[in-house]
């Protein structure tokens, strides 16, 4: 016998597919949008997520001449890609699905420094994350457990037993894991739906190549409706700022005291003076899952030197772009 695939939004799916009013609350526009992050039983979902960043270093110094000015600004470049199936284990019929996370690949270049990357011993490891209709991830304690072991591994120690922090792209898989629903998530009033125009607040985390935990307020705004290859897409536009803090339940994966190796140990006191730029994603409104995403932003810091030199003056400038694009689906096989 032919089975129908299950959907872990079910429950939540009957009461919006409907549109024609909500039990003690405001009947919805007709013309409103919703969006929700569904999962199919044997369906995995592929993603490539690709970071890279282009940090300029100017130290401010001798300013009255282009050519020894030249010589005091230098330019690093990175890039991280990363390949991750997410497979639904087990669905709860009150909307909570458990979604099986492979890490299958992990790659990261750099123009200085080392290749090699603590990051990569992601490759081949798996997390679970109990995700509910909106995208709201309810449990990650895997994916933070999973983070913090592969923190220890940026480490190493040097004659007298001190930790050396060597450089490392573990916040940049943050970015694409912790924050992947999240223009779904972050809808203050999912079961309203969203009107052309509408927009919502949220934050985002920052990547660095440097350690230092900040983040950016976003703006999404459902832009329009976009005939799609696989169904109509939701354009969702965003927009990005300073924010004052960073939340705490954001994950760390490493603590304690350390030195950092490479061209950012010679830096401390890490200023954020601005950050500044958009994004767009195309999330699949009958599908319920998100196409793609491009971001790019250029955030500009100050910081001091750990040994001070007379006329420096430090200025970072970060040009990040972050994408994500949903490599294949795989569906069961037919008659099962």
Not at 133 to 144: A, H, R, V, W
Not at 192 to 221: E, N
Not at 256 to 267: E, K, L, P, S, W
Request: aromatic share 8%; glycine share 8%.
């Amino acid at each position: 016998m032919k089975t129908t695939p299950i959907i872990f939004t079910a429950v939540v799916l009957i009461v919006l597919s409907g549109c024609q009013g909500l039990a003690g609350k405001k009947n919805p526009s007709k013309d409103a949008t919703f969006l929700t992050v569904d999962f199919e039983q044997g369906q995995t979902l592929r993603y490539k997520f690709v970071s890279t960043r282009e940090i300029i270093l100017d130290l401010g110094a001798a300013k009255s001449s282009s050519r020894s000015r030249a010589a005091t600004t230098d330019i690093i470049s990175e890039s991280m890609e990363t390949i991750v199936a997410y497979t639904p284990v087990e669905i709860d019929p009150y909307g909570l699905t458990t979604v099986k996370a492979t890490c299958e690949s992990v790659k990261v270049t750099r123009t200085k420094g080392p290749h090699r990357d603590a990051v990569q011993a992601l490759a081949g490891r798996t997390f679970t994350l109990v995700v509910g209709p909106t995208g709201k991830i309810e449990d990650y304690s895997q994916l933070d457990e999973l983070l913090r072991e592969i923190g220890e591994k940026v480490f190493r120690y040097d004659d007298r037993g001190g930790r050396i922090k060597d450089p490392d792209m573990i916040s940049d898989f943050v970015a694409g894991q912790w924050f992947l629903w999240d223009a779904v998530s972050s809808i203050e009033q999912p079961a309203q739906g969203l009107s052309l125009g509408q927009s919502w607040k949220s934050k985002l985390s920052v990547p660095t190549p440097m350690v230092m935990r900040k983040a950016r307020d976003v703006t999404y705004t459902l832009e329009e409706i976009r005939p799609g290859e696989k169904g109509p897409l939701a354009v969702i536009s965003s927009s990005y700022q300073p924010a004052e803090s960073a939340p705490r339940s954001w994950p760390i994966p490493y603590s304690g005291r350390f030195q950092v190796a490479g061209t950012f140990g010679f830096y401390r006191g890490y200023q954020l003076l601005d950050l500044q730029g958009r994004g767009e994603e195309l999330f699949n409104i009958d599908a319920g899952r998100t196409e793609q995403y491009a971001q790019q932003y250029e955030m500009r810091l100050k910081c001091s030197m750990l040994l001070p030199l007379p006329g420096v003056d430090p200025r970072i400038t970060i040009k990040q772009n972050l994408s994500m694009k949903l490599l294949e689906d795989e569906s069961p096989a037919a008659g099962q």
